[in-house]
């Protein structure tokens, strides 16, 4: 069973920068498709960005130019670099890991406001 562990959220000026820690554990695979996704409260769940199978990356275009999906070098890690955050980008944000099921974690509240 894979398990997901996020950290690294938290509340944030408008223009302030944060960085979302996800961890997966739980397996001796490694795990091509990671990625994060986000929920704000009365919205569905939206992908944030991704590593694939093939191993590109894709960003939602809301966040393009401001955030950056990387891998660690601990295996099965991924961050989420977030610059320029504005009050949209406030959500509860998931880690994701596809590997045969689709894993999630816990979340982690990240709030942008002055």
């Known amino acids: 069973q894979v398990q997901l562990v996020e950290s690294g959220g938290g509340l944030v000026q408008p223009g302030g920068s944060l960085r979302l820690s996800c961890v997966a554990s739980g397996t001796s695979f490694s795990i091509n498709s990671m990625g994060w996704f986000r929920q704000a409260p009365g919205k569905q769940r939206e992908l944030v960005a991704r590593f694939t199978s093939g191993g590109s990356t894709t960003y939602a275009d809301s966040v393009k130019g401001r955030f950056t999906i990387s891998r660690g070098n601990a295996k099965n890690t991924v961050y989420l670099q977030m610059n320029n955050l504005e009050p949209d980008d406030t959500a509860v944000y998931y880690c994701?890991?596809?590997?045969?099921?689709?894993?999630w974690g816990q979340g982690t509240q990240v709030t942008v406001s002055s």
């Open positions: 994701n890991a596809v590997l045969g099921d689709w894993y």
